[in-house]
């Protein structure tokens, strides 16, 4: 799994365990909303301004999101 792919699932984890949908997280992260889905599955490659935008939404340390579970 590459680190596109592991955030993409961290990114979607954390949004499924907030109950939020694609489209609110977007919102709050103010990026756009058909962006969300590519970087879940892991097809964007995301800047760290980004990435960074998406954490504080999702009200977790960006490392988190970066983090390879076993």
Do not use: C, W
Request: charged residues 30%; without cysteine.
């Amino acid at each position: 799994m590459n680190i596109n792919e592991i955030f993409g699932l961290r990114v979607r984890e954390k949004r499924i365990a907030l109950n939020l949908s694609q489209e609110k997280l977007a919102n709050m992260a103010d990026i756009d909303r058909t962006y969300l889905p590519d970087i879940e599955n892991g097809r964007r490659n995301v800047s760290l301004a980004v990435a960074e935008k998406i954490a504080n939404a999702l009200n977790v340390p960006l490392t988190k999101l970066l983090e390879k579970h076993e």
